[in-house]
């Protein structure tokens, strides 16, 4: 870890790749809870 | 004709928050079918980031740089306080994306939104300054970079990034306090509004009432 990220150059945006993973995960994230059952809890009487 | 409790500030204060908040609706035990999804988790998964936030902080607080540089069991809280805060942004954002498709801020939750977004920019400004007191030498680069970025928008003059100590008491004094108080006040404006309901299930105007839903034991 104790060296320089490596980073993306496409124009004028600079990333690491790192924090690309870390974007990349978040949007699997979100598109999975909006897809995935959620476990029922019980019901009201 | 008042009586003697209607003067008494303490009495006042007391029956404006019971309205406000009535204790079922502060703390309930049922909530609207519609929150049985995954993308209603992510903003208490949030606040259970933000509590191993504090409460590891508060260790690294209490022992010191020696304890969490130079030990195996600091070291291990050290990291615990990052990859707490990184599961803290990683959930809020999500949290913040499903909130704005949702269009969160209808039905008089405007101010939910607002407090919502400024403790999100206040999370940051606790980050950026978390990094800056890490102390070694990671912070005194990035102390170095920050400070020629503040200068060149006019923002060096209020604040030194460089001043360690006035880094470090913004750190764990002012920002926590600033950002403790929004997130309370948020969480309780969402006790007051309710969640925001899908936009079919939303009434025709803010002034309406929501249709009762079917409800779910939380």
């Known amino acids: ?45 | 004709m008042s009586t003697t409790d209607d003067r008494m500030w303490t009495a006042r204060l007391r029956n404006r928050a019971t309205r406000a908040l009535p204790p079922e609706q502060l703390m309930p035990d049922r909530q609207p079918a519609y929150v049985a999804s995954w993308i209603y988790v992510f903003g208490v998964a949030t606040l259970a980031a933000l509590l191993i936030v504090l409460v590891s902080g508060a260790a690294l607080a209490l022992e010191g740089p020696q304890w969490y540089h130079g030990s195996p069991e600091g070291r291990f809280v050290n990291s615990l306080h990052l990859w707490s805060v990184e599961l803290f942004f990683f959930t809020m954002v999500i949290h913040l994306w499903g909130k704005f498709f949702m269009a969160a801020w209808r039905g008089r939750r405007a101010m939910t939104w607002v407090t919502g977004a400024v403790a999100f920019l206040g999370s940051i400004g606790t980050a950026f300054t978390g990094y800056l007191v890490q102390s070694n030498f990671d912070s005194q680069w990035i102390a170095g970079q920050a400070k020629d970025g503040l200068n060149s928008v006019g923002l060096g003059a209020w604040f030194n990034v460089l001043n360690y100590g006035q880094m470090l008491l913004y750190h764990v004094v002012l920002f926590p306090l600033v950002l403790g108080f929004l997130v309370i006040w948020h969480v309780l404006l969402v006790r007051r509004r309710g969640v925001v309901p899908p936009f079919e299930d939303a009434p025709a105007t803010a002034a309406e009432p929501a249709p009762a839903p079917e409800e779910v034991a939380s």
């Open chain 1, 1 to 45: 870890m104790d060296h320089p990220g490596t980073y993306l150059h496409w124009g004028v945006i600079q990333i690491s790749v790192a924090n690309l993973i870390v974007i990349g995960l978040m949007l699997l994230v979100f598109v999975l809870a909006l897809v995935l059952p959620f476990p029922r809890g019980r019901q009201r009487p």
